[in-house]
C-alpha cells in the first residue's frame, strides 16, 4: 500500500494493525505468544497487546495467560465475504455434479493478493497431502486456478502481478523461473484453461478453468483435482477438460443471473 493510501485521513491504522495480527495465526502458529505476535507482524509489543485483548473481548480470541488463540467467531468475517459474493452459493451444485461424474475433488477458488483462496469444495475422500477446506490459502503461481486467473489480468497488471508474487519451488515439477512462467501464463490465456502436472505436489495433477461476471471478467477459477496414478494427462485433457468448461460456464451463465 502506498504512503499517500497510508497517510490519508480515512485510512484507520489502528484497524490494519489489528487485522494484521489476525493474519498472523495460520495453520503453522495456531496458537501465539505477544512476543511471536509482534515478531510476524513486524508491529511493538504494546501494540500487539493491544489488538490481541481487543480480539480477545470482542470474543474472536482466547488466552491461557501466555498464548492466544483464535475463536470459531472469526469465521463469521470469512462466511460474510462468501454469503456476499455467492460465487460459492452458485458453483455448489455444478460443482457437485461434475464430481460426481468424475468421482474427482472439484474446487473454487478467488485472488486475494498473491495467493487463492478456497470459497468453495466438494472433496473425495481420496487423500492427499495438502488438507484443503474453504478459507485454505495456496500461492496462486503454483496452483492451476491461480494461473488461471493470473492469465486474465489486464496486461499491466499481470505484469506486476508476475514480478513481485512468490513463486516457490514446491516440487521437482514446478517451474523453475518467471520467464518459463510467462510463456505458461501465455499459453493458458490463450487456449482458457491450466493444466499442472505435479507442480503443487508430487502425484497431483489438476485442471482448471475460468468463472467469470455478466461483464465478462474472470471473478474466480474452478478446478478438478486428480491423482498420476489414477488419471493420464490424455484423460485429463480428452475427458475431463470438457466437462470442467461445461461446469465453467453453467457457472458463469448463473451468476449473470443474479
Same mark, same amino acid.
Given at each position: 500500500? *502506498?504512503?499517500?493510501? !497510508? *497517510?490519508?485521513? #480515512?485510512? %484507520?491504522?489502528?484497524?490494519?494493525?489489528?487485522?494484521? /495480527? =489476525?493474519?498472523?495465526?495460520?495453520?503453522?502458529?495456531?496458537?501465539?505468544?505477544?512476543?511471536?505476535?509482534?515478531?510476524?507482524?513486524?508491529? !511493538?509489543? $504494546?501494540? @500487539?497487546?493491544? *489488538?490481541?485483548?481487543?480480539?480477545?473481548? =470482542?470474543?474472536?480470541? @482466547?488466552?491461557?495467560?501466555?498464548?492466544?488463540?483464535? !475463536?470459531?467467531?472469526? &469465521?463469521?468475517?470469512?462466511?460474510?465475504?462468501?454469503?456476499?459474493?455467492?460465487?460459492?452459493? %452458485? $458453483?455448489?451444485?455444478?460443482?457437485? $455434479?461434475?464430481?460426481?461424474?468424475?468421482?474427482?475433488?472439484?474446487? %473454487?477458488?478467488?485472488? #486475494?493478493?498473491?495467493?487463492? /483462496?478456497?470459497?468453495?469444495?466438494?472433496?473425495?475422500?481420496?487423500?492427499?497431502?495438502?488438507?484443503?477446506?474453504?478459507?485454505?490459502?495456496?500461492?496462486? =503461481? %503454483?496452483? *492451476?486456478?491461480?494461473?488461471?486467473?493470473?492469465?486474465?489480468?489486464?496486461?499491466?497488471?499481470?505484469?506486476?502481478?508476475?514480478?513481485?508474487?512468490?513463486?516457490?519451488?514446491?516440487?521437482?515439477?514446478?517451474?523453475?523461473?518467471?520467464?518459463? &512462467? $510467462?510463456?505458461?501464463?501465455? =499459453?493458458?490465456?490463450?487456449?482458457?484453461?491450466?493444466?499442472?502436472?505435479?507442480?503443487?505436489? #508430487?502425484?497431483?495433477r489438476s485442471i482448471a478453468a475460468p468463472i467469470r461476471d455478466k461483464h465478462g471478467r474472470t471473478i474466480a477459477a474452478i478446478n478438478i483435482g486428480t491423482q498420476t496414478g489414477r488419471t493420464k494427462m490424455s484423460q485429463l485433457k480428452d475427458d475431463y477438460l470438457p466437462r470442467l468448461l461445461q461446469a465453467a460456464?453453467?457457472?458463469?451463465?448463473?451468476?449473470?443471473?443474479?
Amino acid at each position: 500500500m *502506498s504512503n499517500e493510501e !497510508t *497517510s490519508s485521513s #480515512d485510512y %484507520v491504522q489502528s484497524l490494519a494493525r489489528g487485522l494484521l /495480527v =489476525l493474519r498472523a495465526f495460520s495453520a503453522e502458529h495456531p496458537a501465539l505468544t505477544l512476543a511471536e505476535a509482534a515478531r510476524l507482524t513486524g508491529l !511493538t509489543r $504494546a501494540t @500487539v497487546r493491544r *489488538s490481541l485483548h481487543t480480539l480477545q473481548k =470482542l470474543g474472536y480470541a @482466547v488466552t491461557d495467560g501466555k498464548q492466544f488463540e483464535l !475463536t470459531p467467531r472469526v &469465521l463469521d468475517i470469512g462466511y460474510a465475504y462468501l454469503a456476499s459474493a455467492q460465487i460459492g452459493e %452458485v $458453483a455448489q451444485p455444478f460443482m457437485e $455434479a461434475l464430481s460426481d461424474q468424475l468421482n474427482e475433488s472439484v474446487s %473454487v477458488a478467488v485472488l #486475494d493478493e498473491f495467493e487463492i /483462496v478456497y470459497i468453495a469444495r466438494v472433496p473425495t475422500k481420496r487423500i492427499m497431502r495438502i488438507g484443503l477446506a474453504l478459507g485454505s490459502r495456496l500461492p496462486a =503461481l %503454483v496452483t *492451476s486456478m491461480g494461473r488461471v486467473i493470473v492469465a486474465e489480468l489486464p496486461p499491466i497488471e499481470q505484469r506486476q502481478f508476475l514480478k513481485s508474487a512468490p513463486f516457490p519451488k514446491m516440487t521437482e515439477k514446478t517451474l523453475n523461473t518467471k520467464a518459463e &512462467l $510467462a510463456k505458461e501464463i501465455a =499459453l493458458i490465456k490463450q487456449q482458457g484453461w491450466a493444466l499442472l502436472d505435479q507442480e503443487l505436489e #508430487d502425484g497431483v495433477r489438476s485442471i482448471a478453468a475460468p468463472i467469470r461476471d455478466k461483464h465478462g471478467r474472470t471473478i474466480a477459477a474452478i478446478n478438478i483435482g486428480t491423482q498420476t496414478g489414477r488419471t493420464k494427462m490424455s484423460q485429463l485433457k480428452d475427458d475431463y477438460l470438457p466437462r470442467l468448461l461445461q461446469a465453467a460456464n453453467q457457472i458463469t451463465s448463473a451468476m449473470a443471473k443474479r
